[in-house]
Antibody
Framework: QVQLVESGGGLVKPGGSLRLSCAAS????????MSWIRQAPGKGLEWISY????????NYVDSVKGRFTISRDNAKSSLYLQMNSLRAEDTAVYYC????????????WGQGALVIVSS | DIVMTQSPDSLAVSLGERATINCKSS????????????LAWYQQKPGQPPKLLIS???TRESGVPDRFSGSGSGTDFTLTISSLQAEDVAVYYC???????????FGQGTKLDIK
């Protein structure tokens, strides 16, 4: 069955960096677009970045542009999010999610990784 | 960016009764070349990730009970639960995937409880 498992979350100081990983299994990872979506405590869902199946295309929400970088390794069926210059408002559960193409809904989601940015 | 606005923010419905959640987009998410609405609905239960319920505004995902239905076109959409069950207590989100390049946006969520 399809599994997406995030790792790498934790507590980091403002201005610090963190790298999230998402390990995929149960489907042909290299065929899918992947995204990171976050949810601040008690708040709604915010899409923050996507990457095309072959890494040709990426896009970001304005609030993380220049600070976050999405990447993937299809050989390892893994998705990554490098987060730099972290701010308190980046505190959230970060989900990885898959979609069969750019213009498609998110059909599978991971369980999420909690990132807390605090001094 | 396309802004998605849901109403109401919260809703309490008696077991067995109908629940209706609305979603409005700031611009049309209907792609004229294929007549498809690029709109999805998700259900999120406490402590769980969201689950895709409906895609293309009205296509139920495999395994989703038929008491869930989606309707609407263009800028106005509705998620209807025809007969509320206890397990339907959750937050529901609409999401557009129309933007190109992708700038996916979600509604703010609607919290559904039992009255």
């Amino acid at each position: 069955q399809v599994q997406l498992v995030e790792s790498g979350g934790g507590l980091v100081k403002p201005g610090g960096s963190l790298r999230l990983s998402c390990a995929a299994s149960g489907f042909t990872f290299s065929d899918y677009y992947m995204s990171w979506i976050r949810q601040a405590p008690g708040k709604g869902l915010e899409w923050i970045s996507y990457i095309s199946s072959s890494s040709t295309y990426t896009n970001y929400v304005d609030s993380v542009k220049g600070r976050f970088t999405i990447s993937r390794d299809n050989a390892k069926s893994s998705l990554y999010l490098q987060m730099n210059s972290l701010r308190a408002e980046d505190t959230a559960v970060y989900y990885c999610a898959s979609s069969p193409m750019a213009a498609a809904p998110f059909d599978y989601w991971g369980q999420g990784a909690l990132v807390i940015v605090s001094s | 960016d396309i802004v998605m606005t849901q109403s109401p923010d919260s809703l309490a419905v008696s077991l067995g009764e109908r629940a209706t959640i609305n979603c409005k987009s700031s611009q049309s998410v209907l792609y004229s070349s294929n007549n498809k609405n690029y709109l999805a609905w998700y259900q999120q239960k406490p402590g769980q990730p969201p689950k895709l319920l409906i895609s293309w505004a009205s296509t139920r995902e495999s395994g989703v009970p038929d008491r869930f239905s989606g309707s609407g076109s263009g800028t106005d959409f509705t998620l209807t639960i025809s007969s509320l069950q206890a397990e339907d207590v959750a937050v529901y989100y609409c999401q557009q995937y129309y933007s190109s390049p992708p700038q996916y946006t979600f509604g703010q969520g609607t919290k559904l409880d039992i009255k």
